[in-house]
T-cell receptor, first 114, second 114 residues
Framework: AQTVTQSQPEMSVQEAETVTLSCTYD???????LFWYKQPPSRQMILVIR??????QNATENRFSVNFQKAAKSFSLKISDSQLGDAAMYFC???????????FGAGTRLTVKP | KAGVTQTPRYLIKTRGQQVTLSCSPI?????VSWYQQTPGQGLQFLFE???????NKGNFPGRFSGRQFSNSRSEMNVSTLELGDSALYLC?????????????FGQGTRLTVV
């Protein structure tokens, strides 16, 4: 079974600075999807960024980028120019190609200091 | 287009009762997945329905069941409620085919069992 591990329960960053959230996963599959979701206090899970495992190029979405290391099974999220609105729980998630069930990490609570 | 709608938003039930939660996916989406979120266990996959058929199932007891209707709306039922069933229940919808990887989440139903 696939497992996702987020080893940082809490992280803090100064506004306008850069922060990196870590995620590792375990799988025997060669092709899959990885995601970072954000959950603010409103509880709505919002997709931040996704990566297809067959793509070697790291995904980027504006201030958000990932460092995908397939061999190491590592998928970290870098947030540049942090904003107060980035404060939330961040979840790393794994999804197989077949089916639509995602496996989530325990989450990292990000605090942004003004 | 309208997002994923979950009703009700909040629910209080007594131990031993049963409860039904509803999820209306984004128009055109055929896959609906359900997740349970608790502080102790994090986000756990319950089951996925695609075109009225259960396609995947997580590791939950038979008290947790679901169904999907022809219009893709889904319901989740929990019978003989236990205190440990208190959680945020999230549903997510997606196109359901391999190429449509993004899952859109509803705001969840907060269930409290007393």
């Amino acid at each position: 079974a696939q497992t996702v591990t987020q080893s940082q329960p809490e992280m803090s960053v100064q506004e306008a600075e850069t922060v990196t959230l870590s995620c590792t996963y375990d799988t025997s599959e060669s092709d899959y999807y990885l995601f970072w979701y954000k959950q603010p206090p409103s509880r709505q899970m919002i997709l931040v960024i996704r990566q297809e495992a067959y793509k070697q190029q790291n995904a980027t979405e504006n201030r958000f980028s990932v460092n995908f290391q397939k061999a190491a099974k590592s998928f970290s999220l870098k947030i540049s120019d942090s904003q107060l609105g980035d404060a939330a729980m961040y979840f790393c998630a794994y999804r197989s190609l077949l089916g639509n069930d995602m496996r989530f990490g325990a989450g990292t609570r990000l605090t942004v200091k003004p | 287009k309208a997002g994923v709608t979950q009703t009700p938003r909040y629910l209080i039930k007594t131990r031993g009762q049963q409860v039904t939660l509803s999820c209306s996916p984004i128009s055109g989406h055929r896959s609906v997945s359900w997740y349970q979120q608790t502080p102790g266990q994090g986000l756990q996959f319950l089951f996925e329905y695609f075109s009225e058929t259960q396609r995947n199932k997580g590791n939950f007891p038979g008290r947790f069941s679901g169904r999907q209707f022809s219009n893709s709306r889904s319901e989740m039922n929990v019978s003989t409620l236990e205190l440990g069933d208190s959680a945020l229940y999230l549903c997510a919808s997606s196109g359901g085919v391999r190429e449509e990887t993004e899952a859109f989440f509803g705001q969840g139903t907060r269930l409290t069992v007393v």
